[in-house]
């Protein structure tokens, strides 16, 4: 009896240790995202590239070259759609 | 009164001229960025990590966190009124992440001069400067040609020299590294002129080798 309070023990303190170790993981994660964007924000202030991200905006730059299969896909809404999801996972990978 | 007048023009002139070269990061500033965005360190920027800090990028202006960036938002964040209505393709008022990503990815397109599918270090050190100075696409191909690469450059040179003397001191280009300067001042006189600013560039670009010995002097690139 004794042990196998002793053994829920331990394993109650190694459950709480390892979900302190994964709290602890999560604000190093969002830190180098953070720092990712202070480093970039130092050297472009506009995160849409400023006069010539203009001239591209302006000039409606395709994003993906004609003879390009990178992010080919079929229509202007599934791309959109394939972004948001990929934002999203990027987004969920920052806080697990 | 008229002569007064083109004092202070020039006066004024001269004060956005430095106000503008000095906005422009230091080479450590510059090296910090690309080593940041080159998580792989392989010495050249991928689609992917540059996706991933796109992502970042708008995560950190999406304050509301509602996957959308207002016109508030976008103000905040710096992102001027007129990228932003250009951006907003659908007209609804705000930013997806669609419209984002699309406007991201065509300035690394746009900045992938070589046209290698990556970004190299004096390709990024060139996007930083052309986001000061812009671009204009001449024969309207979506790309930057040399020819237009030359024209910003010559724009870029023309706010690098503050004291308009015709050349570059190495605090005026202070955003290249000491060894690019160097290597770009082939005469070894301790100034970048306008010719080889710019066929520093070009030759960095093609890879090619650099003249020796360029004339000395302000002459203008051909």
């Not at chain 1, 999801?85 to 987004?91: L, Q």
């Not at chain 2, 001229?17 to 080479?27: E, F, N, S, Y």
């Not at chain 2, 508030?72 to 990228?83: F, H, L, R, V």
């Given at each position: 009896?004794?042990?196998?309070?002793?053994?829920?023990?331990?394993?109650?303190?190694?459950?709480?240790?390892?979900?302190?170790?994964?709290?602890a993981?999560?604000?190093?994660?969002?830190?180098?995202?953070?720092?990712?964007?202070?480093?970039?924000?130092?050297?472009?202030?506009?995160?849409?590239?400023?006069?010539?991200?203009?001239?591209?905006a302006?000039?409606?730059?395709?994003?993906?070259?004609?003879?390009?299969?990178?992010?080919?896909?079929?229509?202007?809404?599934?791309?959109?759609?394939?972004?948001r999801r990929?934002?999203?996972?990027?987004?969920?990978?920052?806080?697990? | 009164?008229?002569?007064?007048?083109?004092?202070?023009?020039?006066?004024?002139?001269?004060?956005?001229?430095?106000?503008?070269?000095?906005?422009?990061?230091?080479?450590?500033?510059?090296?910090?960025?690309?080593?940041?965005?080159?998580?792989?360190?392989?010495?050249a920027?991928?689609?992917?990590?540059?996706?991933?800090?796109?992502?970042?990028?708008?995560?950190?202006?999406?304050?509301?966190?509602?996957?959308?960036?207002?016109?508030?938002?976008?103000?905040?964040?710096?992102i001027?009124?007129?990228?932003?209505?250009?951006?907003?393709?659908?007209?609804?008022?705000?930013?997806?992440?669609?419209?984002?990503?699309?406007?991201?990815?065509?300035?690394?397109?746009?900045?992938?001069?070589?046209?290698?599918?990556?970004?190299?270090?004096?390709?990024?050190?060139?996007?930083?400067?052309m986001?000061?100075?812009?671009?204009?696409?001449?024969?309207?191909?979506?790309?930057?040609?040399?020819?237009?690469?030359?024209?910003?450059?010559?724009?870029?040179?023309?706010?690098?020299?503050?004291?308009?003397?015709?050349?570059?001191?190495?605090?005026?280009?202070?955003?290249?590294?000491?060894?690019?300067?160097?290597?770009?001042?082939?005469?070894?006189?301790?100034?970048?002129?306008?010719?080889?600013?710019?066929?520093?560039?070009?030759?960095?670009?093609?890879?090619?080798?650099?003249p020796a010995?360029?004339?000395?002097?302000s002459?203008?690139?051909?």
């Amino acid at each position: 009896m004794k042990t196998r309070s002793v053994l829920a023990l331990a394993a109650i303190m190694g459950l709480l240790a390892a979900s302190q170790s994964a709290l602890a993981a999560t604000p190093k994660i969002d830190a180098r995202a953070q720092a990712l964007v202070a480093a970039l924000q130092a050297v472009s202030p506009d995160p849409l590239g400023g006069r010539l991200g203009l001239a591209v905006a302006a000039a409606n730059v395709p994003a993906i070259a004609k003879d390009s299969d990178r992010y080919q896909v079929a229509t202007q809404t599934t791309r959109a759609e394939y972004e948001r999801r990929a934002y999203i996972i990027w987004k969920s990978s920052q806080k697990s | 009164m008229r002569r007064f007048s083109s004092f202070l023009a020039a006066a004024v002139g001269g004060l956005l001229a430095v106000a503008a070269a000095r906005a422009l990061p230091t080479a450590a500033q510059i090296e910090t960025a690309f080593n940041a965005l080159n998580a792989s360190r392989s010495g050249a920027i991928t689609p992917a990590e540059w996706d991933r800090a796109s992502f970042a990028l708008f995560r950190a202006a999406d304050k509301n966190n509602d996957d959308f960036i207002d016109a508030a938002e976008a103000q905040a964040s710096g992102i001027p009124q007129d990228t932003f209505l250009h951006a907003d393709t659908d007209h609804d008022g705000r930013l997806s992440v669609g419209e984002f990503m699309e406007l991201r990815r065509a300035i690394f397109r746009i900045a992938d001069i070589d046209r290698s599918d990556t970004l190299d270090r004096v390709e990024y050190e060139l996007l930083i400067l052309m986001e000061q100075v812009g671009w204009v696409d001449s024969n309207h191909d979506g790309r930057i040609e040399l020819s237009e690469l030359r024209a910003s450059l010559t724009k870029a040179f023309e706010q690098l020299d503050t004291d308009h003397d015709g050349k570059l001191s190495p605090a005026e280009a202070g955003y290249m590294p000491a060894g690019e300067f160097e290597r770009f001042d082939t005469n070894h006189d301790g100034w970048l002129t306008l010719q080889e600013f710019i066929a520093g560039y070009r030759a960095a670009l093609l890879g090619e080798p650099l003249p020796a010995g360029a004339s000395t002097g302000s002459g203008r690139a051909k």
